[in-house]
């Protein structure tokens, strides 16, 4: 049964209570509430590997894309019990996060409007916080767009693989691209950020009027920035396949080498990624 259709729905045997699902959370295209809900059941099978064993912040928009929204870190006390969850401890204090695993969780983020799913570069593993993969985020500067993200993304991907590390462009879903690699390469104790600097640097001293790796925004009109610091264990990065709380509802997509190698890279909506093969997953060259 769809979500316009009843108070509650079933997903994996578990009931969930859906309200207001005619609300439109992205007025330009019309898209309700219960189009976010059936897009995250869809896209599970994608999601959810990259979602595993990691704490996951949300940012949610009670009133739609045109409205207020805030960050989440802790799982609501009425969240439902079957939830996966986990306590880390941070400077202000024990965060209780959930840790989703299922297409029911999904589905009742969505029915608390969390649009956006964010993740760290780690994994929990027994009580170890395990790095497993490293981004650069290619974030556009006045002036700059997809185009220049695609040239830089090819040449940062020319020099991860010389140093053994397969990598997967992301359109992020709102301006530029992401890129993932896994982590860490065979026979290095080398820490990812320090490695993901080094890359900045590199990219900035062979494309110096494309590329900066400075945050000041004075120094960033007519320059991508790539902003190795997502790599911090205590940054977190929106998750491939989280739906954006941006105007249109783009996806951050995990995209073939192809589609940026070729004019007219542009980012894709829910209903794109859902038109693609449900076992075509990009990102499973990391695996």
Not at 165 to 171: A, D, E, I, N, R
Not at 183 to 189: F, L
Not at 230 to 239: F, L
Not at 275 to 280: G, H, K, L, M
Request: aromatic fraction near 6%.
């Amino acid at each position: 049964m769809s979500p316009a259709a009843a108070d509650s729905i079933t997903v994996e045997g578990r009931s969930i209570r859906i309200t207001h699902v005619d609300r439109v959370l992205y007025p330009e295209d019309q898209v309700r509430k219960a189009d976010v809900i059936s897009y995250y059941v869809q896209v599970s099978a994608r999601l959810l590997p990259h979602l595993r064993q990691r704490p996951v912040t949300r940012i949610r928009w009670p009133g739609g894309v045109e409205g207020e929204s805030f960050y989440e870190r802790n799982l609501p006390s009425h969240a439902p019990a079957w939830i996966n969850r986990v306590v880390l401890d941070h400077s202000d204090g024990p965060v209780t996060y959930p840790l989703i695993d299922s297409q029911a969780t999904l589905a009742w983020l969505a029915q608390q409007n969390a649009l956006e799913l964010h993740v760290p570069q780690w994994r929990l593993h027994d009580s170890d916080r395990e790095i497993d993969r490293l981004v650069l985020d290619l974030d556009p500067g006045p002036g700059t767009g997809l185009n220049e993200c695609a040239e830089v993304a090819v040449w940062l991907r020319d020099k991860l693989a010389a140093d053994g590390l397969p990598s997967v462009p992301v359109t992020s879903g709102s301006k530029g691209l992401h890129l993932y690699s896994r982590w860490p390469p065979k026979d290095t104790s080398t820490d990812s950020r320090e490695y993901a600097k080094k890359l900045a640097a590199a990219a900035v001293a062979a494309m110096p009027k494309l590329v900066t790796a400075t945050m000041a925004k004075q120094l960033r009109r007519g320059k991508l920035l790539i902003d190795w610091s997502q790599n911090n264990p205590a940054k977190t990065t929106v998750t491939p396949y989280s739906l954006r709380g941006r105007t249109h509802p783009w996806v951050a997509a995990p995209r073939e080498w192809r589609d940026v190698e070729q004019p007219g890279l542009a980012q894709l909506t829910m209903t794109d990624v859902l038109a693609q093969p449900a076992d075509a997953d990009p990102m499973t060259l990391l695996d």
